[in-house]
């Protein structure tokens, strides 16, 4: 008995120094992305500002189409959260300005709203709406992969910041997708059900071909 409890407690025991072997791999952004993210700079060149990020406390610039800037501190950027499975991002909102629908195909999101009213909301695979107008201090957590949104509420601009459960999120904007590449005009028709018009109006506006 006594035995066993001793092989157990040594069986946990190395299980927890395997898992702990590596602290961290801050990303070397030189090397290859790949599903396990990205190779680690050597531990010996790690410096504290790794891991911090200061491109955050500017705000983006919002004299823009859609009026709103997403500033992102992903991998990309920000090299210390490789291998950690979070990653961050800032909103500004001006006044009526909104972030298109859009999905984030590896991460779930997390939204606080530090200043401002924000109308926020995802459709949901069985196509039902969850929305809400969130005030500074609330918190909404959009799921991995469904299209949601954010606009401006009221008058104002808006400010807030995005949590992500991964290092690379990856950012898809249904709007772009359709009208800022090069899906030919009648296939965004065809495909969308759209009004070849409208479709030739929106590709022109966000620069799209085809
Ligand atoms: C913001 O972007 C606009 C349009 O690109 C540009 O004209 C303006 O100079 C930028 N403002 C700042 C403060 O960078
Ligand atoms: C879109 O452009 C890319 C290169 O920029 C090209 O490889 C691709 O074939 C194009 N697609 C269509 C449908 O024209």
């Given at each position: 008995m006594l035995l066993h409890i001793v092989f157990l407690i040594s069986l946990l025991l190395s299980t927890y120094s395997n898992a702990s072997v590596q602290d961290f791999c801050v990303a070397d952004l030189k090397g290859a992305d790949g599903p396990a993210g990205f190779p680690c700079k050597p531990p010996a060149t790690?410096?504290?500002?790794?891991?911090?990020?200061?491109?955050?406390?500017e705000a983006g610039n919002v004299t823009n189409i859609i009026n709103a800037a997403v500033t992102p501190a992903f991998v990309g950027q920000f090299?210390?959260?490789?291998?950690?499975g979070l990653s961050a991002a800032r909103l500004d909102l001006g006044p009526g300005g909104v972030i298109p629908l859009h999905t984030h195909a590896g991460a779930n999101e997390l939204l606080l709203v530090i200043h401002g009213h924000i109308t926020a909301g995802f459709i949901s695979s069985g196509n039902i709406v969850y929305q809400k107008t969130l005030k500074k201090g609330e918190l909404m957590v959009f799921p991995q992969g469904l299209l949601h949104f954010q606009v401006a509420a009221g008058k104002k601009g808006a400010l807030a910041f995005a949590i992500f459960s991964s290092a690379n999120p990856g950012l898809q904007i249904l709007d772009f997708a359709l009208f800022a590449s090069n899906f030919s005009t009648p296939l965004v028709t065809k495909t969308t059900f759209l009004d070849p018009a409208l479709v030739k109006k929106l590709k022109g506006v966000l620069g799209g071909s085809g």
């Open positions: 790690v410096i504290s500002d790794d891991f911090v990020y200061p491109g955050l406390a090299p210390g959260v490789n291998g950690l």
